[in-house]
T-cell receptor
């Protein structure tokens, strides 16, 4: 069955520290992969996506993610976290031709300490 | 540019009352449209999606229904709300092709509380 796992429900990092949010997926074929961010009470904003090609993708707000097929992972990273990055982050997989039909992970809540 | 509008932003409804949430998309044609629900402390679950007018696919059995009366309009409804229908409802659209820029775009959501 197709699924997405975000092992860390809650992460706290200090401002200026590096960040890595983990995402593992189970999918029958090469999936389309996404990271979305959600501020409290708001909709989802796309941070970055992977469809094909270079396995290291750059996104908005200084985020990047690396697709590792052998590990079925798509971890999100940022070298230096800002207080405004505090939010909930969702990893998701989708299929070609219907990329809004997404399977989401449970989400990781990021808290940033001053 | 494309925009997605979803309303209302918040809604408090009594158990047994009807529900109608509306979502419209501007700046694109023939989009795929989606309704997601986010229950408290949980991830997002796809409820319905539509690839065209009058074409609705339901992903999970539930007390809700969806309709697409126009190309860029998607409505989520219920005849009688249950307490378990409370949650944060998100509408989304994506392009209908297989090109590289067909990620999903989400509305701002509706917070529904059934009391």
């Amino acid at each position: 069955a197709q699924s997405v796992t975000q092992p860390d429900i809650h992460i706290t990092v200090s401002e200026g520290a590096s960040l890595e949010l983990r995402c593992n997926y189970s999918y029958g074929a090469t999936p389309y992969l996404f990271w979305y961010v959600q501020s409290p009470g708001q909709g989802l904003q796309l941070l970055l996506k992977y469809f094909s090609g270079d396995t290291l993708v750059q996104g908005i707000k200084g985020f990047e993610a690396e697709f590792k097929r052998s590990q079925s992972s798509f971890n999100l990273r940022k070298p230096s976290v800002h207080w405004s990055d505090a939010a909930e982050y969702f990893c998701a997989v989708g299929a070609p031709g219907n990329t809004g039909k997404l399977i989401f992970g449970q989400g990781t809540t990021l808290q940033v300490k001053p | 540019s494309q925009t997605i509008h979803q309303w209302p932003a918040t809604l408090v409804q009594p158990v047994g009352s009807p529900l109608s949430l509306e979502c419209t998309v501007e700046g694109t044609s023939n989009p795929n449209l989606y309704w997601y629900r986010q229950a408290a402390g949980r991830g997002l679950q796809l409820l319905f999606y539509s690839v065209g007018i009058g074409q609705i696919s339901s992903e999970v059995p539930q007390n809700l229904s969806a309709s697409r009366p126009q190309d860029r309009q998607f409505i989520l409804s219920s005849k009688k709300l249950l307490l378990s229908d409370s949650g944060f409802y998100l509408c989304a659209w994506s392009g209908s092709g297989t090109g590289a820029n067909t990620e999903a775009f989400f509305g701002q959501g509706t917070r529904l509380t059934v009391v």
